[in-house]
């Protein structure tokens, strides 16, 4: 789920407020087409393109989702499965959203890749303006390191209909390999209801790491 800030983003449902019912589910697919797929700055098919899927049910204000993409970490590993959940309120005109991940990768490789983290965020809008932070904390991260905390500070405008131009930046701390920073700014254009384009530049302050150097990255995303 790599890209989850910006695909659950555009497939999240509002959450409704009160209690749940039968009547309350809603269902949004997603398919992805992405030059690469970049998750806090590393590219995770070895600077390819992937094709990414998923789906998002939403009862209330709870959550729930699983989503795929093809990964190439130079071993026998191939895709990422990541399943989510979590609860979405606001309080304080704050939009909150509590949560867990857990990412787990096929078919396997000598490597503990598969871990979970938990999440909190929250975001609030002025006028045309969303600004928004986030934090994940996993007791036992990706591959040899043990805990990790990521903190994130993004924003996102809307300075004419169908475009958006959004942007993050954050900190990976980590428990064995070096700590990082990271960033992206992009700009989205909804062609349709159901089809974005999205075309972003990343980058990380990692020297030396071809997989973690800038570059910029087209997407579409078809929501339905």
């Known amino acids: 789920m790599r890209n989850l800030t910006v695909c659950a983003a555009a497939l999240a449902v509002a959450a409704l407020a009160g209690t749940a019912s039968a009547q309350d589910a809603q269902v949004a697919f997603n398919v992805v087409g992405t030059s690469d797929y970049v998750f806090r700055g590393f590219s995770q098919t070895g600077e390819d393109p992937a094709i990414q899927g998923g789906v998002d049910l939403t009862i209330g204000s709870v959550y729930l989702g699983a989503w795929a993409s093809n990964v190439d970490f130079g071993d026998?590993?191939?895709?990422?499965?990541?399943?989510?959940?979590?609860?979405?309120?606001?309080?304080?005109?704050?939009?909150?959203?509590?949560?867990?991940?857990?990412?787990?990768?096929?078919?396997?490789?000598?490597?503990?890749?598969?871990?979970?983290?938990?999440?909190?965020?929250?975001?609030?809008?002025?006028?045309?303006?969303?600004?928004?932070?986030?934090a994940y904390f996993?007791?036992?991260?990706?591959?040899?390191?043990?805990?990790?905390?990521?903190?994130?500070?993004?924003?996102?405008?809307?300075?004419?209909?169908?475009?958006?131009?959004?942007?993050?930046?954050?900190?990976?701390?980590?428990?064995?390999?070096?700590?990082?920073?990271?960033?992206?700014?992009?700009?989205?254009?909804?062609?349709?209801?159901?089809v974005a384009l999205d075309l972003r530049y990343y980058d990380t302050d990692v020297k030396n790491v071809p997989i973690a150097s800038d570059r910029v990255v087209g997407t579409v995303k078809l929501l339905f």
Do not use: C, H, M
């Not at 990541?82 to 959203?97: C, M, N």
């Not at 043990?146 to 980590?174: C, F, H, M, R």
């Open 138 to 194: 996993s007791p036992d991260f990706f591959g040899v390191d043990d805990e990790a905390t990521y903190l994130e500070a993004n924003a996102a405008i809307t300075p004419a209909d169908k475009w958006t131009v959004s942007g993050a930046i954050g900190k990976q701390w980590l428990s064995t390999s070096d700590d990082y920073s990271t960033w992206n700014a992009g700009v989205a254009y909804a062609i349709t209801e159901n």
């Open 76 to 134: 026998s590993t191939d895709a990422e499965i990541d399943v989510y959940g979590g609860y979405r309120w606001e309080s304080v005109g704050v939009a909150w959203d509590v949560g867990v991940v857990g990412y787990f990768y096929a078919p396997g490789s000598n490597s503990d890749y598969d871990y979970v983290e938990v999440k909190v965020a929250g975001s609030r809008a002025i006028g045309p303006l969303t600004v928004g932070a986030a």
